[in-house]
T-cell receptor, first 112, second 117 residues
């Protein structure tokens, strides 16, 4: 069966450092993979999408890598700030109109 | 940017009553909407895919007669929790894709916290 795994433990990081979050998937052949941010009591917000033929994607302080051989995506936040504290969700997708399922999420806490 | 409006934000009801949650795409049309539920400190669990003008597709283990979904227009989908019980207490979130654009990313509502007494 399909499975999406993210760091189950919360990630605590000092302000200014780079946070790296991991997303591993099995029994997927994703055409693309998305990352979302969710704050407590709120719906997720889209951050980045990376396609299967892309190795890396950047947006401001965010960077995503995608290794289809390892079946893994890494999500980096450089120069992290306390405002980056949230839960981050990944969602690999096969494309088309298929349903979207999410990983377990990683809770990031940036300490001032 | 695209906005999805979800109401109510929270609701408290007595056991045995029914609760309706609305999900509207405000500035785009959504052929497909998704309904998720989320328990505390857990991830989003897909309940069903709502398709405009047709029956919803439910995930395994989700009772279609208990969680009624109606997607009567391109901008509105509703989820009705019928005969709610305390175990139905959860955070329910809807999401939608823009039918007219690059329909890959999802736009989420702000969620509905349901508490059944």
């Amino acid at each position: 069966s399909q499975k999406i795994e993210q760091n189950s433990e919360a990630l605590n990081i000092q302000e200014g450092k780079t946070a790296t979050l991991t997303c591993n998937y099995t029994n997927y052949s994703p055409a693309y993979l998305q990352w979302y941010r969710q704050d407590p009591g709120r719906g997720p917000v889209f951050l980045l999408l990376i396609r299967e033929n892309e190795k890396e994607k950047r947006k401001e302080r965010l960077k995503v890598t995608f290794d289809t051989t390892l079946k893994q995506s890494l999500f980096h936040i450089t120069a992290s700030q306390p405002a980056d504290s949230a839960t981050y969700l990944c969602a690999p997708h096969s494309g088309g109109y298929q349903k979207v399922t999410f990983g377990t999420g990683t809770k990031l806490q940036v300490i001032p | 940017g695209a906005v999805v409006s979800q109401h109510p934000s929270w609701v408290i009801c007595k056991s045995g009553t029914s609760v309706k949650i609305e999900c509207r795409s405000l500035d785009f049309q959504a052929t497909t909407m998704f309904w998720y539920r989320q328990f505390p400190k857990q991830s989003l669990m897909l309940m069903a895919t709502s398709n405009e003008g047709s029956k919803a597709t439910y995930e395994q283990g989700v009772e279609k007669d208990k969680f009624l979904i109606n997607h009567a227009s391109l901008t509105l989908s509703t989820l009705t929790v019928t005969s709610a019980h305390p175990e139905d207490s959860s955070f329910y979130i809807c999401s939608a894709r823009d039918s007219g654009g690059m329909n890959e990313k999802l736009f989420f509502g702000s969620g509905t916290q349901l508490s059944v007494l």
